[in-house]
């Protein structure tokens, strides 16, 4: 055989073998593009769960600014505040800093007093912890039974923010009155009023972190504000630029919280309810009847925890 038919033969082949890589990446392309948009797209239970966020949004933005309306969402800003104060404290602990207390005030402000720590990571966690905060709570409103998951872990948080704010009246206050509100979510309609509240939580405090990067770094520079901070310890940027960075993560945050959302709870509502009836059904409700005795038992330990705080 001739050198000029192997090499046409060659090339012939490696024709063939472009010709069927491309193919192959072509169908698995389509395949992933697919097996993506199936897990996104929403069914008519996380339809309505994408319906409601936006009323959130769209009436968190109308109170926001009205002078009196304002006052009903008051308790959930001190409440993202106090996100915001717990994640600076988190962040203290994990970076081995000594925290000294957590305050809240009632002109929505808060200040976190910790010693040693690392700053460059104290100081973004105010911000970006609270958001982060926010997209879970976004995530697991998509869900009855991870809606419960998340107050649960709230309320072990919420015991750490009482031990650290301990002196602070405000704090106790707010914290004790969401954890009223809560368990008293817990028992409507099966605990699908407690996903509505999570989700509500979730949407707020995403809200407020954007709005409050906007107002402090972008807007307006405010010179104590943890931007301000954190570019005279990084002195690479002005605090503007920070607060454009923070800005962007928590839109990613915020929109990573609905994504999971969407991918993780494709269950429909009576599929919720009835996985709902089997874990940590609300004590007195008809599937708590049926249910084992440790669920309920957990249930009264999480409220008499927070009780008993509140008698200290």
């Given amino acids: 055989m001739s050198p000029t038919v192997l090499q046409h033969a060659a090339r012939d082949l490696e024709d063939t073998g472009s ?17 993506a948009e199936d897990v996104l797209r929403p069914n008519a239970t996380q339809r309505t769960t994408l319906i ?7 009436a968190i933005a109308i ?59 104290t100081l973004p966690a105010g911000y970006l912890g609270s958001s982060f905060i926010g997209a879970c709570l976004i995530a697991c409103g998509f869900d009855t039974n991870a809606s419960k998951v998340a107050v649960i872990v709230l309320g072990v948080f919420f015991i750490f923010t009482l031990w650290w704010a301990r002196r602070n009246l405000l704090t106790w206050a707010l914290i004790l009155g969401m954890a009223g509100l809560i368990i008293l979510f817990w028992f409507v309609a099966e605990s699908v009023a407690l996903r509505y509240l999570v989700l509500f939580i979730g949407v707020m405090s995403c809200m407020y972190v954007l709005w409050d990067v906007v107002d402090d770094t972008i807007a307006r520079k405010v010179n104590s504000s943890d931007a301000s901070a954190f ?64 669920d309920t038992m957990l249930i009264s330990v999480v409220a008499l925890t927070l009780g008993a705080f509140g008698l200290l």
């Fill in 19 to 35: 010709h069927i890589h491309s193919l192959v990446s072509s169908v698995v392309s389509k395949h992933v593009a697919r097996s």
């Fill in 52 to 58: 409601v966020a936006g009323v959130y949004i769209i």
């Fill in 63 to 121: 109170l926001w600014h009205v002078p009196i309306l304002n006052k009903i969402i008051y308790p959930f800003k001190l409440l993202t505040v106090g996100f915001h104060e717990m994640s600076h404290a988190i962040a203290g602990v994990l970076t081995c800093a000594r925290i000294h207390s957590i305050e809240l005030d009632p002109d929505e402000g808060g200040a976190t007093s910790m010693s040693g720590g690392i700053p460059w990571i």
């Fill in 231 to 294: 570019a005279k310890i990084c002195g690479c940027f002005p605090s503007q630029v920070w607060g454009v960075i923070w800005l962007i993560v928590a839109f990613v945050f915020f929109a990573s919280g609905i994504l999971v959302g969407l991918a993780a709870f494709k269950q429909s509502t009576e599929q919720q309810k009835s996985d709902s009836s089997h874990f940590l059904p609300a004590p007195g409700s008809k599937s708590a009847a049926l249910a084992t005795s440790p």
